[in-house]
């Protein structure tokens, strides 16, 4: 059930364009939490794969500085 709403809630944010998410993204990646952390960077990868290119360039500074957040992280679960 639970997995269920996880997946229906992915499909409705995949809907969402990812530049009016950048704030949200960037806000997660500086959570405490490190489940959330790592549910934000699976939802980046995601989003990244099904998003055209122009769209990426467009916000390609904040989606690096959002990568190099996370490769910066100290728990090992979410810099992989």
Same mark, same amino acid.
């Given at each position: 059930? !639970?997995?269920?709403?996880? !997946?229906?809630?992915?499909?409705?944010?995949?809907?969402? +364009?990812?530049?009016?998410?950048? *704030?949200?993204?960037?806000?997660?990646? =500086?959570? =405490?939490? +490190?489940?959330?952390?790592?549910?934000? $960077?699976?939802?980046?990868?995601?989003?990244?794969? !099904?998003?055209?290119?122009?769209?990426?360039? *467009?916000?390609?500074? *904040?989606?690096?500085? $959002?990568?190099? $957040?996370?490769?910066?992280? =100290?728990?090992?679960?979410?810099?992989?």
């Amino acid at each position: 059930m !639970v997995e269920d709403i996880h !997946v229906a809630l992915q499909n409705i944010l995949l809907g969402i +364009p990812i530049q009016e998410l950048m *704030e949200s993204i960037q806000t997660g990646l =500086k959570d =405490k939490a +490190p489940a959330i952390k790592l549910n934000v $960077a699976i939802f980046v990868e995601k989003t990244v794969l !099904v998003t055209y290119i122009d769209t990426l360039e *467009e916000i390609q500074s *904040e989606l690096c500085a $959002a990568a190099k $957040a996370v490769g910066d992280e =100290k728990d090992n679960n979410v810099r992989e």
